[in-house]
């Protein structure tokens, strides 16, 4: 077995100069500041929105360090650079939900130029999308509530229906995996059905299309094991990618103003339980279940290799890998590299204008995420020490 230790910082940022090093350490003291991450985010949504020139500020710190370009081409030095350390890359364009059919349509343009990009780039295996990037929220708000659609509604999802399937067919003839986030609770059982649907088509020969299963909610495991006996029983492979979640205190501030019982669990031990043994249970089902350790959670990775070793399960099997977002945990994700391992990072592209509001998620998050700025911290300055020490 290949030993993995994620406290090698020289493995984990060798890809990074003492400049960027600096940069890095800078840009996460100020998002460990919660008054200037909540004051930043609302001045920069101000600022765009009134048009003041803040886009070249924020591409030249935030967006540089958690977004790989504005456009295909300006990825491709990040794709090198990680593929030279064994990582690969999980392309997503990060452009938030839209609202018309010329702007679901231009997604999808997009989309395959991304898998046509992914398809001459063998570290580039996988493409990131969203349903709410092809259709309207309301139309998943409506078929999540079981209702009838209306005429109208009826066309929506049939537009839907055929811009997926170009997408997947164009994946799947690139042997490209295509990985469907997560969203809302309140319209994620409308995803399910259609990623179902979708796997069921494309999943026949090889896991192709993966669903997504966010276990901070408390009903997940459940979904899991239901998930896995319908791939069974209609014979095709189910692909997942597992994550911990996105949209917490959006969920709880919903269920709280609306009312009703909150999906999301009460404390992070138990969602730390829900999400080790979701990886168990793929683990124990590799041959029916290709699956995505997307955490950045050392425990959880290290609980999955250990298993793994314990059950003669080899880490390169195709059917596992991990993921971190780009810009985190490349304490995780190149020592696994290192170590022979299927690794990679998560890396969004777009315009920065219409990346900022992932970026805005994405600092918001790791304030609320207990100890997750410090340990980046701790890690960067502990390189940053190092080789001071070693130059002496």
């Not at 269920?255 to 979701?278: N, Q």
Request: proline share 3%; charged share 25%.
């Amino acid at each position: 077995m290949s030993t993995v230790s994620f406290d090698d910082t020289a493995v984990a940022f060798a890809g990074k100069d003492d400049q960027e090093l600096q940069k890095s350490a800078w840009l996460f003291r100020i998002m460990s500041n919660s008054a200037i991450v909540d004051i930043g985010s609302h001045i920069t949504k101000l600022a765009l929105q009134i048009g003041l020139p803040v886009q070249s500020i924020l591409k030249a710190t935030i967006y540089e360090h958690f977004c790989g370009g504005e456009d295909l081409t300006e990825t491709i030095p990040t794709v090198e650079a990680l593929a030279s350390h064994n990582v690969s890359t999980i392309l997503d364009y990060g452009v938030e939900a839209k609202a018309s059919d010329e702007e679901f349509d231009k997604n999808v343009e997009e989309q395959l130029r991304a898998i046509e990009f992914a398809d001459a780039n063998p570290s580039v295996p996988y493409v990131s999308c969203k349903i709410t990037g092809y259709a309207p929220f309301s139309l998943l708000e409506k078929i999540n509530t079981g209702a009838q659609l209306d005429p109208e509604e009826l066309e929506m999802l049939s537009r839907l229906r055929d811009r997926l399937s170009k997408i997947c067919e164009a994946a799947s003839k690139s042997d490209v995996a295509l990985y469907v986030d997560a969203e809302e609770s309140w319209i994620q059982d409308a995803i399910d059905g259609i990623v179902d649907e979708l796997m069921a088509t494309w999943n026949q020969q090889k896991p192709s299309v993966f669903n997504t299963i966010q276990f901070y909610r408390h009903d997940r495991l459940d979904f899991l094991r239901k998930a896995h006996e319908k791939a069974r029983e209609n014979g095709y492979f189910l692909g997942l990618k597992l994550v911990r979640g996105a949209y917490m205190e959006k969920e709880n501030d919903r269920a709280e103003t609306l009312g009703y019982t909150s999906p999301i669990h009460k404390t992070k031990e138990a969602v730390d339980l829900d999400f080790d043994e979701g990886l168990m249970y793929c683990l124990a089902h590799i041959k029916e279940i290709a699956f995505c350790a997307a955490t950045h959670n050392e425990n959880s990775c290290r609980l999955l290799v250990e298993t793994a070793h314990a059950n003669n399960v080899d880490l390169r099997h195709p059917h596992i890998h991990f993921a971190q977002l780009y810009g985190m945990s490349d304490h995780i994700s190149f020592n696994l590299a290192k170590a022979g391992f299927n690794a990679s990072k998560y890396v969004p592209y777009g315009p920065v204008r219409d990346v900022v509001p992932y970026l805005i998620r994405r600092a918001q998050e790791n304030r609320s995420v207990a100890g997750q700025v410090s340990r980046e911290l701790r890690l960067i300055q502990s390189e940053i020490d190092r080789r001071g020490t070693s130059e002496d």
